[in-house]
Nanobody, 113 residues
């Protein structure tokens, strides 16, 4: 059974940086789009960034220039590098594999002001 497992969340001060990772069992990432979403308390889940099988990326306007998505298919992993973090970035961050309709359980990112 394929699973997505996020890691790397935590508490950071505003202006700081944090890396989160998403690992999958098997080689399911290879050639597939993988995306990061986030959900803040009381808000709907929103798209953060996506990466295609060819490495092309797409980032939400709210994080463009601050967050960077990357992938390592050999390690079945996708990463989200988050810099210049703001309190409004506080959310649970989820990994998504659309081709398998899969979501991870999420990792909490909290940015203090």
């Amino acid at each position: 059974q394929v699973q997505l497992v996020e890691s790397g969340g935590g508490l950071v001060q505003a202006g700081g940086s944090l890396n989160v990772s998403c690992a999958a069992s098997g080689g399911v990432f290879s050639g597939n789009v993988v995306a990061w979403y986030r959900q803040a308390p009381g808000k709907q889940r929103e798209f953060v960034a996506g990466i295609y099988g060819n490495g092309r990326t797409n980032h939400a306007e709210s994080v463009k220039g601050r967050f960077t998505i990357s992938r390592d298919d050999a390690k079945n992993s996708v990463y989200l590098r988050m810099t210049v973090l703001k309190p409004e970035d506080t959310a649970v961050y989820y990994c998504n594999l659309p081709s398998y309709s899969l979501w991870g359980r999420g990792t909490q990112v909290t940015v203090s002001s």
